[in-house]
């Protein structure tokens, strides 16, 4: 019988737990059922899939590796590495001078937003798992507006709470935004299920490639290198119909 009571923090401190249980707990927040609101964003892609641009799984592996390789690897990935190494450090101030800029580089009002919510949504999410100092801060300046909760910077909070690799962090990351993509592709397109399937597994090499372009990379290396990307992004609220928010 389970004597904790509902509602309570019942992993107490999630840099105690096992490393089985962290590799558990690391695939339990990449599920499908998982709630980050993913499912809800293209970041884009739609404008693309309304232009025809997008029309079969061929397109959407070309998209998407642009997307890993010129936009996540020069501005997310390289967030989510840095957010990662403060938080080893518990160094609170440059985790929110780098939400700043990680608000910053976001030049579409609907990217911004969409990187806030799913954000947000992760923290209301994964909080009461768990009474750890640093998750509590950032959850305390949330509530008091005084960050936005940008999704790239959690991650990286996150993820070096349960003691995965820096590089496993960026990994899981690419791979987690990569899948989100298609499978809102999958319904947008529309495209079979075993369309999406060989997509992602076309893209693992790109994926373990980016990640590893990241680890030598830094904040000097932020870079927008898919202007055209912004521009979908941009005219996405123009749209005249919209399966998306952003």
């Given at each position: 019988?389970?004597?904790?009571r509902?509602g309570?923090?019942?992993?107490?401190n999630i840099?105690?737990i096992?490393t089985?249980?962290?590799?558990?707990?690391?695939?339990?927040i990449h599920?499908?059922a998982?709630p980050?609101?993913?499912?809800a964003?293209s970041f884009?892609m739609?404008?693309?899939?309304?232009?025809?641009?997008?029309?079969?799984k061929d397109?959407?592996?070309?998209?998407?590796?642009?997307?890993?390789?010129y936009?996540?690897?020069?501005?997310d990935?390289?967030i989510?590495?840095e957010?990662?190494?403060l938080?080893?450090?518990?160094?609170?101030?440059?985790?929110?001078?780098l939400?700043k800029?990680?608000?910053?580089?976001?030049?579409?009002?609907?990217?911004?937003?969409?990187s806030a919510?799913?954000g947000?949504q992760?923290?209301?999410?994964v909080?009461?798992l768990?009474?750890?100092?640093l998750?509590?801060?950032?959850?305390?300046?949330?509530k008091?507006?005084?960050i936005?909760?940008h999704?790239?910077i959690?991650?990286?909070?996150?993820?070096?709470?349960?003691?995965?690799?820096?590089?496993?962090?960026?990994?899981t990351?690419?791979?987690s935004?990569?899948?989100?993509?298609v499978?809102?592709?999958?319904r947008?397109?529309?495209?079979?299920?075993?369309?999406?399937?060989?997509?992602?597994?076309?893209?693992?090499p790109?994926i373990q490639?980016?990640?590893r372009?990241?680890m030598?990379?830094?904040l000097?290396?932020?870079?927008?290198?898919s202007?055209?990307?912004?521009?979908a992004?941009?005219?996405?609220?123009f749209?005249?119909?919209?399966l998306?928010?952003?």
């Open positions: 019988m389970n004597n904790q509902e309570s923090k019942s992993l107490s840099r105690d096992n089985d249980l962290g590799y558990l707990h690391l695939m339990q599920d499908s998982f980050t609101g993913s499912f964003h884009g739609e404008t693309y899939i309304q232009d025809n641009s997008i029309r079969n397109d959407l592996r070309e998209f998407c590796s642009m997307y890993v390789r936009n996540l690897a020069s501005t990935a390289i989510v590495k957010a990662y190494e938080a080893k450090k518990g160094d609170k101030q440059g985790l929110i001078h939400e800029i990680c608000h910053g580089i976001k030049l579409s009002p609907e990217t911004r937003k969409g919510m799913m947000r992760f923290l209301q999410t909080y009461p768990n009474d750890d100092e998750l509590m801060f950032w959850h305390e300046k949330l008091s507006k005084e936005k909760g999704y790239p959690i991650y990286g909070i996150y993820t070096a709470m349960l003691g995965v690799s820096v590089e496993m962090s960026i990994e990351f690419l791979y935004s990569i899948t989100a993509l499978q809102n592709a999958v947008a397109v529309p495209l079979g299920q075993s369309s999406g399937v060989q997509t992602i597994f076309f893209l693992l790109v490639e980016t990640a372009q990241v030598t990379l830094s000097d290396d932020l870079d927008n290198n202007i055209a990307l912004e521009i992004s941009m005219k996405h609220e749209l005249y119909s919209r998306f928010i952003s």
